[in-house]
């Protein structure tokens, strides 16, 4: 079943949903690294939120005008300007009162989203057969998905990558170093302003699709995905639109073959999976690589010390510098060393004592502070530097 | 008004008023400590906690829930926290991720299992149903003092009011440490204070607040409960008491003008039916918010 609704073979609604889903996972995945690279990741909440009133306005005005207010193009329509105004109200706050960011998203968040829920009840008490397709728009419904549906999401999506790769360089610049674009003469505003734009889109298209309480994890989570993954943020932008499309597709698929539970939560969870297996497992900031580079680093440390203890004639106590050193056949079990290990040890103690000398001498204050503990120092200096050295140790003295 | 008046509106006009202060006090703090979303999150989180609950009990017991959505709400913490530290993700992002991924599976979970005999379904979970909490025994004002009466009180009344009274007990045995913690963090630490521990115990009383709050209102309304009123006394004051007065008076008030809007608007302008309670209630509070953004005498922004 499962590989039937990955290779689009079950049906004309799952393929639409499927595909449908796809793109905005993509569009989703490139908007919403911007913003989460300006740091500004939970702004797409309160627009999020914000767009119900609109939805809910747009079927009363529709209907008012003699339609039948189910006009996909309408009640988005609706929608996006509902949350630009959510969004000016944000930036209102934030600029002209006290308060945070944070509580100018919330506060928006909120009460645009009580608003949508009051006018969702005015029209239940309207005419109460038209409306059964608005409280879709908080989970999304994907159920009874038209083709003019999914033409819709696939101009959208791309508009939107065409917006992107427009305007790529402005939008990554403000991202990376904000300060340097100011001083490059953009203006950050209204780099802010497109951003949020192209956000807008891919949420008010989101609606259908996951509906607007989760379209947020469609915007935030592929983009910390993509993050683990790479440090430029060219490339964080493709793999972020790479992860989305991904996990739009599986979730929807997914969802196709257990048709009684919703889509939209489906495509987040696939999506948290992504991020949860790129949060372990990422070479470089992932927690297994974190973990691998310690114990590499812990490693090192416990043969240096172990080495530096044998060749001084010192015991080793700890046992897992014992247990590294008798692995590397340098140590036997009885705390003896063993050939290579007494050649491995009087190695480390000469490295050791040319360091002390290096350290301690004015000349070569430049190689002094490369001094880590661990490395050799054939890495920093010449042959004939360490020759020099070597006259300086004291050579073994007679007891008299 | 009349006898009416105290079986269908007198209950859940307190009921509102208790959610709203009760969401405000602990609000005053989060906003201080810009942890703002962090009410957003739990009222996120709270869905997934209280649908854990009910399929490991069976039941929809409020000590259950309780328990169940303290529980979410410490995890989400947890989890953010985890995801801040070991992916070096800024903390909105890591916040974004969490309560998203809580509150698919909540709604996962939901959808998946039997709960069409009682009242847990996403718009109930939403939104609330704060009208429906009458008070069929009352036959007047003469009720209020008949004990049969009021043991037939809707059960949301008293276990709203009891929560109010554990936060403001809360709040008024942390109040020093709690205010030192949240304007000064390294001074609080010289001090002895854990703030540590501190923080999480103004997290897991907003989380009280947001569950209890969750049968009236719904939990996505809690926000502007967390947010608006607080928000609003900021700006109406620099002293930290006369904040969290300001902020429960805005609290109150939304309340009880978003509720006789709701119920009584829609008569006044000829329509019939009410609208949603909830919806109301948290479009007065912004409303208020509004106001004291274009009048309040501390509204300027100190740049």
Same mark, same amino acid.
């Given at each position: 079943?499962?590989?039937?609704?990955?290779?689009?073979?079950?049906?004309?609604?799952?393929?639409?949903?499927?595909?449908?889903?796809?793109?905005?996972?993509?569009?989703?995945?490139?908007?919403?690294?911007?913003?989460?690279?300006?740091?500004?990741?939970?702004?797409?909440?309160?627009?999020?939120?914000?767009?119900?009133?609109?939805?809910?306005?747009?079927?009363?005005?529709?209907?008012?005008?003699?339609?039948?207010?189910?006009?996909?193009?309408?009640?988005?329509?609706?929608?996006?300007?509902?949350?630009?105004?959510?969004?000016?109200?944000?930036?209102?706050?934030?600029?002209?009162?006290?308060?945070?960011?944070?509580?100018?998203?919330?506060?928006?968040?909120?009460?645009?989203?009580?608003?949508?829920?009051?006018?969702?009840?005015?029209?239940?008490?309207?005419?109460?057969?038209?409306?059964?397709?608005?409280?879709?728009?908080?989970?999304?419904?994907?159920?009874?998905?038209?083709?003019?549906?999914?033409?819709?999401?696939?101009?959208?999506?791309?508009?939107?990558?065409?917006?992107?790769?427009?305007?790529?360089?402005?939008?990554?610049?403000?991202?990376?170093?904000?300060?340097?674009?100011?001083?490059?003469?953009?203006?950050?505003?209204?780099?802010?302003?497109?951003?949020?734009?192209?956000?807008?889109?891919?949420?008010?298209?989101?609606?259908?699709?996951?509906?607007?309480?989760?379209?947020?994890?469609?915007?935030?989570?592929?983009?910390?995905?993509?993050?683990?993954?790479?440090?430029?943020?060219?490339?964080?932008?493709?793999?972020?639109?790479?992860?989305?499309?991904?996990?739009?597709?599986?979730?929807?698929?997914?969802?196709?073959?257990?048709?009684?539970?919703?889509?939209?939560?489906?495509?987040?969870?696939?999506?948290?999976?992504?991020?949860?297996?790129?949060?372990?497992?990422?070479?470089?900031?992932?927690?297994?690589?974190?973990?691998?580079?310690?114990?590499?680093?812990?490693?090192?440390?416990?043969?240096?010390?172990?080495?530096?203890?044998?060749?001084?004639?010192?015991?080793?106590?700890?046992?897992?510098?014992?247990?590294?050193?008798?692995?590397?056949?340098?140590?036997?079990?009885?705390?003896?060393?063993?050939?290579?290990?007494?050649?491995?040890?009087?190695?480390?103690?000469?490295?050791?004592?040319?360091?002390?000398?290096?350290?301690?001498?004015?000349?070569?204050?430049?190689?002094?502070?490369?001094?880590?503990?661990?490395?050799?120092?054939?890495?920093?200096?010449?042959?004939?530097?360490?020759?020099?050295?070597?006259?300086?140790?004291?050579?073994?003295?007679?007891?008299? | 008004?009349?006898?009416?008046?105290?079986?269908?509106?007198?209950?859940?006009? !307190?009921?509102?008023?208790?959610?709203?202060? %009760?969401?405000?006090?602990?609000?005053?703090?989060? !906003?201080?400590?810009?942890?703002?979303?962090?009410?957003?999150?739990?009222?996120?989180?709270?869905?997934?906690?209280?649908?854990?609950?009910?399929?490991?009990?069976?039941?929809?017991?409020?000590?259950?829930?309780?328990?169940?959505? %303290?529980?979410?709400?410490?995890?989400?913490?947890?989890?953010?926290?985890?995801?801040?530290?070991?992916?070096?993700?800024?903390?909105?992002?890591?916040?974004?991720?969490?309560?998203?991924?809580?509150?698919?599976?909540?709604?996962?979970?939901?959808?998946?299992?039997?709960?069409?005999?009682?009242?847990?379904?996403?718009?109930?979970?939403?939104?609330?149903?704060?009208?429906?909490?009458?008070? !069929?025994?009352?036959?007047?004002?003469?009720?209020?003092?008949?004990?049969?009466?009021?043991?037939?009180?809707?059960?949301?009344?008293?276990?709203?009011?009891?929560?109010?009274?554990?936060?403001?007990?809360?709040?008024?045995?942390?109040?020093?440490?709690?205010?030192?913690?949240?304007?000064?963090?390294?001074?609080?630490?010289?001090?002895?204070?854990?703030?540590?521990?501190?923080? !999480?115990?103004?997290?897991?009383?907003?989380?009280?607040?947001?569950?209890?709050?969750?049968?009236?209102?719904?939990?996505?309304?809690?926000?502007?409960?967390?947010?608006?009123?607080?928000?609003?006394?900021?700006?109406?004051?620099?002293?930290?008491?006369?904040?969290?007065?300001?902020?429960?008076?805005?609290?109150?008030? %939304?309340?009880?003008?978003?509720?006789?809007?709701?119920?009584?608007?829609?008569?006044?302008?000829?329509?019939?039916?009410?609208?949603?309670?909830?919806?109301?209630?948290?479009?007065?509070?912004?409303?208020?918010?509004?106001?004291?953004?274009?009048?309040?005498?501390?509204?300027?922004?100190?740049?």
């Amino acid at each position: 079943m499962l590989a039937d609704a990955l290779l689009l073979q079950l049906g004309y609604n799952a393929t639409l949903v499927t595909l449908g889903a796809c793109l905005l996972g993509i569009a989703a995945g490139v908007a919403g690294t911007f913003l989460f690279l300006r740091k500004r990741a939970l702004v797409s909440d309160a627009i999020s939120h914000a767009t119900l009133p609109g939805v809910g306005i747009a079927f009363i005005v529709m209907v008012a005008l003699g339609g039948e207010g189910r006009s996909l193009f309408g009640l988005l329509l609706g929608a996006g300007i509902s949350a630009a105004v959510g969004l000016l109200c944000v930036h209102w706050l934030t600029i002209r009162t006290r308060l945070g960011e944070d509580a100018a998203i919330g506060a928006v968040l909120s009460v645009f989203f009580g608003l949508g829920v009051v006018i969702l009840t005015i029209i239940q008490t309207m005419n109460a057969g038209q409306q059964a397709g608005l409280e879709g728009f908080l989970l999304g419904s994907t159920a009874g998905m038209l083709r003019s549906d999914a033409v819709l999401l696939a101009v959208a999506a791309a508009a939107v990558l065409a917006l992107v790769l427009i305007l790529r360089r402005p939008l990554e610049l403000a991202a990376f170093d904000p300060g340097y674009a100011e001083a490059a003469g953009w203006s950050l505003g209204r780099i802010d302003l497109a951003m949020m734009g192209i956000v807008l889109v891919v949420t008010v298209v989101g609606l259908k699709v996951v509906g607007l309480i989760l379209i947020v994890a469609l915007l935030i989570v592929p983009a910390v995905t993509a993050r683990f993954w790479t440090d430029r943020s060219d490339r964080v932008v493709v793999i972020a639109g790479v992860v989305g499309g991904v996990s739009g597709y599986a979730g929807a698929a997914t969802s196709a073959v257990a048709p009684a539970l919703p889509t939209g939560p489906i495509i987040v969870l696939v999506g948290f999976a992504f991020f949860a297996l790129s949060l372990l497992f990422s070479p470089g900031r992932g927690v297994m690589a974190s973990v691998l580079t310690h114990w590499r680093y812990q490693r090192r440390v416990h043969m240096r010390q172990g080495l530096l203890a044998l060749a001084q004639g010192q015991p080793i106590y700890e046992a897992l510098t014992r247990r590294l050193m008798h692995r590397a056949g340098l140590i036997r079990p009885d705390g003896v060393a063993t050939s290579d290990g007494q050649a491995a040890a009087s190695k480390a103690l000469l490295d050791e004592t040319r360091w002390s000398i290096v350290r301690a001498d004015q000349s070569f204050a430049a190689a002094a502070t490369r001094y880590d503990g661990l490395t050799p120092i054939e890495d920093y200096l010449t042959q004939d530097q360490l020759t020099e050295i070597d006259h300086r140790i004291a050579a073994p003295q007679v007891v008299t | 008004m009349g006898a009416e008046f105290v079986a269908l509106s007198l209950p859940p006009i !307190l009921i509102g008023i208790c959610v709203a202060v %009760a969401c405000a006090l602990p609000g005053n703090f989060l !906003l201080l400590r810009r942890q703002a979303l962090i009410g957003d999150a739990i009222s996120h989180v709270v869905l997934p906690g209280i649908v854990v609950a009910f399929l490991l009990t069976g039941i929809v017991a409020t000590g259950s829930m309780l328990l169940g959505a %303290a529980g979410a709400a410490v995890l989400a913490v947890i989890a953010i926290e985890a995801i801040r530290r070991l992916g070096r993700i800024e903390a909105g992002a890591a916040m974004g991720v969490v309560f998203t991924a809580m509150f698919a599976g909540g709604v996962l979970l939901l959808e998946q299992s039997d709960t069409s005999n009682v009242h847990l379904d996403v718009e109930h979970a939403l939104f609330g149903n704060l009208e429906s909490l009458i008070w !069929l025994d009352a036959v007047g004002w003469a009720s209020l003092i008949d004990r049969q009466a009021l043991a037939a009180l809707p059960v949301e009344l008293p276990r709203m009011a009891a929560a109010l009274a554990v936060i403001c007990l809360f709040l008024f045995l942390f109040w020093r440490p709690l205010s030192l913690a949240t304007f000064d963090e390294d001074y609080a630490q010289g001090m002895g204070i854990a703030t540590a521990p501190l923080g !999480l115990g103004l997290v897991i009383i907003s989380a009280i607040a947001a569950v209890a709050a969750f049968d009236a209102v719904g939990s996505i309304i809690v926000i502007a409960m967390f947010i608006c009123p607080p928000a609003a006394a900021r700006m109406m004051t620099n002293r930290l008491g006369h904040q969290v007065a300001w902020s429960a008076g805005f609290a109150a008030l %939304a309340a009880v003008t978003g509720y006789v809007l709701a119920g009584y608007g829609p008569l006044w302008i000829g329509a019939n039916g009410s609208v949603s309670a909830a919806g109301m209630i948290a479009t007065m509070s912004g409303v208020i918010l509004a106001i004291a953004a274009v009048a309040g005498p501390y509204r300027a922004s100190s740049t």
